[in-house]
């Protein structure tokens, strides 16, 4: 095996969770260690899974990763034949209930970007709301408006 490690990014890993609905983090770092092994590399480290969660990329809910709003699914080469490798049955999701756990997670990031003053990471969730408002039946205006309100400042 090589010492390179294979190279996905948040969206390549939407797109994996996306083939079953949702995934398990340890599900997720399994397709990732088989789509290594099939290619002779080693897997990525699971920071990759790490800053998609932070990205919006994907989101977690109940024990599950799913794509996130901030998401372009794509698949890796060779990730199809990864539903034939995991054992793991396709999953739907309460989309409200996603939503909603989404929309908490988001409120308490603003929510402490806000106290910290911190202007990158309010950049970054004003344009993340605007996804997340299209993705799921969530309504975001009036963080928005604080967010909006905080980036002018700068």
């Known amino acids: ?39 002779g590399v080693e897997p990525p ?5 790490d800053d998609a969660l932070d990205a919006y990329q994907l989101v977690e809910h109940d024990g599950h990763l799913y794509p996130g709003p901030a998401a372009f699914p794509t698949l890796p080469e060779g990730a199809e034949d990864v539903p034939h490798i995991l054992d793991v049955e396709p999953r739907t999701v309460d989309r409200e209930a996603l939503g909603a756990s989404v929309e908490r997670r988001f409120r308490a990031e603003t929510a402490r970007a806000l106290a910290a003053e911190n202007g990158q990471r309010v ?11 299209s993705w799921g039946p969530v309504e975001l205006g009036d963080v928005r408006a604080r967010l909006d309100d905080a980036a002018g400042r700068e």
């Open 45 to 49: 480290d699971e920071g990759v899974v």
């Open 1 to 39: 095996m090589s010492d390179e490690r294979l190279t996905v990014d948040g969206d390549d890993l939407a797109g994996l969770v996306d083939l079953f609905g949702a995934l398990s983090r340890a599900e997720l770092v399994e397709a990732l260690e088989e789509l290594a092994f099939r290619r």
């Open 123 to 133: 950049a970054r969730l004003l344009d993340v709301s605007y996804d997340i408002e």
